[in-house]
Nanobody, 119 residues
Framework: QVQVVESGGGLVQAGGSLRLSCAAS????????MAWYRQAPGNQRVLVAS??????NYADSVKGRFTISRDFAKNTVYLEMNSLKPEDTAVYYC??????????????WGQGTQVTVSS
């Protein structure tokens, strides 16, 4: 089993910054990709940013403002969010694609962390 735990959400004024963290633990042999998604009330969950073998990908709405990074030693992924806008308000979820010691692929989600940007 893989455990995924997010932290770092909160309330911030427009133009401010937040840093989200997501740590994966458990029977992990290797991690293929790590990603952040978000879901605003009444909307579907959408991809914000991902990092796969060092290559990053961003939603158009966050390009230039958000940065995703990974600490291989800690199995942790970060999302640095700058110049936040009220439309960034959502629950942010971390997703980890990994392989365990039996060779099985897993895709696991964290519990989500709330980010609220006030105008």
């Amino acid at each position: 089993q893989v455990q995924v735990v997010e932290s770092g959400g909160g309330l911030v004024q427009a133009g401010g910054s937040l840093r989200l963290s997501c740590a994966a633990s458990g029977r992990i042999l290797s991690i293929h990709s790590m990603a952040w998604y978000r879901q605003a009330p009444g909307n579907q969950r959408v991809l914000v940013a991902s990092i796969t073998r060092g290559r990053t990908n961003y939603a158009d709405s966050v390009k230039g403002r958000f940065t995703i990074s990974r600490d291989f030693a800690k199995n942790t992924v970060y999302l640095e969010m700058n110049s936040l806008k009220p439309e960034d308000t959502a629950v942010y979820y971390c997703n980890i694609d990994s392989v365990d010691y039996s060779g099985r692929g897993n895709s696991d989600w964290g519990q989500g962390t709330q980010v609220t940007v006030s105008s």
